[in-house]
């Protein structure tokens, strides 16, 4: 796996200056990894654009992906909550961006993420 998706635990632990996220992102960027950050995370986290340095460093990376969520991704995530029995979309999409970029998850909500996906690699934030 290479590179790491972020929910939106991970970047609100990134706005309060968590040393695990930041030394998980310094990681990711001296090896020049992707990180991945779904739309609905990123909304989920942004609130103050002005006052959110660390956010808007990470956004401003080369190396950062911020994913939308479109048609297919619709579909795919309605499936896979339809199978988990889960119902959080932004999650599933979180999921599911994690799945197509081969990443692991940062994120503080390790069940749910874990409920729609058993095998993926997730990091507690």
Do not use: E
Request: aromatic content about 0%; proline content about 3%; overall charge positive.
């Amino acid at each position: 796996m290479s590179g790491l998706t972020l929910d939106a635990g991970a970047l609100i632990a990134l706005d309060r200056d968590s040393r695990l996220v930041l030394r998980l992102l310094a990681r990711a960027l001296a090896v020049g990894d992707r990180v991945t950050i779904p739309a609905g995370a990123l909304a989920q986290s942004i609130r103050q654009p002005q006052r959110q340095a660390r956010l808007a460093r990470l956004l401003r990376q080369p190396t950062t992906d911020v994913v939308a969520l479109n048609h297919r991704d619709a579909v795919a995530i309605g499936r896979m909550l339809a199978r988990s029995g889960a119902a959080d979309v932004i999650d599933a999409h979180v999921v599911l961006c994690a799945q197509r970029a081969q990443q692991a998850v940062a994120t503080s909500d390790l069940d749910d993420l874990a409920r729609l996906d058993p095998t993926l690699r997730l990091v507690r934030i």
